[in-house]
């Protein structure tokens, strides 16, 4: 399976201030997903990032708050943007493993907005 | 609507004993992939089991197994001779075939396992 590492591991940040989460595959995939786990919560898709196309949003997620690149097929960013203390939270990159399996996951990214 | 629950929120097994983790699933696809996650204190979601929808069989995978019963959408995982390794947030999940990009997950049960 794909090994994904994802940086920073934390980090406690500024309110108003922006943090960009990096997360690199060491093998190409069509598809990287952004996703957001708020304390005691469950996972939250935030968005879909596709190379070459801009990254698809959930509901409730829009781009100036979270912009995405995707450069290439083996690395992601996602930003989050202007921040507010509702925004700590772990967010996770994952990619696809094929249709029949489940995802990677990144080790995750602790964010405390103060 | 595509929903996930995990009525337990907390659970606690004693090491080498057996616990059942439930969950169960609303959705009117007939064909999906149903999964056991893992987050330990680390954050790292490590899969633990899928299941295909069209498969009778349970999966199992060492000490981890699942009772799928479609009819009733549930898919319980088991966990035999605990181990202290295996204290985590456990997550489970499904996906469809026509919204692959989607997963969605439960709230979540957070296993404590006592030596």
């Known amino acids: 399976s794909a090994v994904i590492s994802q940086k920073p591991s934390r980090d406690i940040c500024q309110r108003g201030t922006s943090l960009t989460i990096q997360c690199q595959v060491d093998?190409?995939?069509?598809?990287m997903f952004w996703y957001r786990q708020q304390p005691g919560q469950s996972l939250t898709l935030i968005a879909t990032?596709?190379?070459?196309?801009?990254?698809?949003?959930e509901s409730g997620f829009v781009i100036d708050k979270f912009p995405i690149s995707r450069p290439n097929l083996t690395f992601s960013t996602l930003t989050v943007s202007n921040m507010s203390p509702e925004d700590s939270s772990i967010y996770l990159c994952?990619?696809?493993?094929?249709?029949?399996?489940?995802?990677?996951f990144g080790s995750g990214t602790r964010l405390t907005v103060v | 609507a595509q929903t996930v629950t995990q009525s337990q929120p907390e659970m606690s097994v004693q090491e080498a004993e057996t616990v059942t983790l439930s969950c169960t699933y609303d959705?009117?696809?007939?064909?999906?992939?149903l999964f056991w996650y893992k987050q330990p204190p680390s954050r790292q979601m490590i899969l633990v089991i899928r299941?295909?929808?069209?498969?009778?069989q349970n999966a199992t995978e060492n000490r981890f197994s699942v009772n799928f019963q479609k009819a009733a959408k549930s898919f319980s995982l088991k966990i035999s001779d605990s181990q202290l390794g295996d204290a985590a947030m456990y997550f489970c999940?499904?996906?469809?075939?026509?919204?692959?990009?989607?997963?969605?997950f439960g709230s979540g049960t957070k296993l404590n396992v006592k030596p």
């Open positions: 994952s990619v696809e493993e094929g249709k029949n399996y489940g995802y990677t």
């Open positions: 093998s190409q995939v069509t598809m």
């Open positions: 990032a596709n190379q070459g196309s801009e990254a698809t949003y």
């Open positions: 959705t009117s696809e007939s064909d999906y992939y």
């Open positions: 299941q295909e929808a069209y498969k009778q």
């Open positions: 999940a499904y996906r469809i075939p026509h919204n692959f990009n989607k997963f969605y």
